[in-house]
């Protein structure tokens, strides 16, 4: 059974940081990290593939880092100078619908972890 298992969320004031942690059961080609606002739909925020290459939304780059550690079977995102926009549910996502392209649709989905910043 495929799990996806988020944590590392909170309340954080502007300029701080948060590391998401998401304890997986299934290894994908992509692996990625996406948020969602009430009424908007959900975004990518950052994906690594197997081999390590990553990607980022324009609106997060400078600022994000993912990052997996194959050995326990965790998937990171360390965020860093938090803006209020950044506020979301942040959903850990496992093997994308398309094979070897991360910006898709994924299958497996975790619950999702909430992460408020105030300014």
């Known amino acids: 059974q495929v799990q996806l298992v988020e944590s590392g969320g909170g309340s954080v004031q502007s300029g701080g940081s948060l590391r998401l942690s998401c304890a997986y059961t299934?290894?994908?080609?992509?692996m990625g990290w996406f948020r969602q606002v009430p009424g908007k739909e959900r975004e990518r925020v950052a994906s690594?593939?197997?081999?390590?290459?990553?990607e980022y939304a324009d609106s997060v780059q400078g600022r994000f880092t993912i990052s997996k550690d194959n050995a326990n079977d965790i998937l990171y995102l360390q965020m860093n100078s938090l803006k209020p926009e950044d506020t979301a549910m942040y959903y850990c996502?496992?093997?994308?619908?398309?094979?070897?392209?991360?910006?898709?649709?994924?299958?497996?989905w975790g619950q999702g972890t909430q992460v408020t910043v105030s300014s």
């Open positions: 996502a496992a093997e994308s619908l398309r094979y070897g392209v991360c910006a898709s649709t994924y299958k497996y």
């Open positions: 299934y290894s994908s080609y992509c």
């Open positions: 690594i593939t197997r081999d390590g290459s990553k």
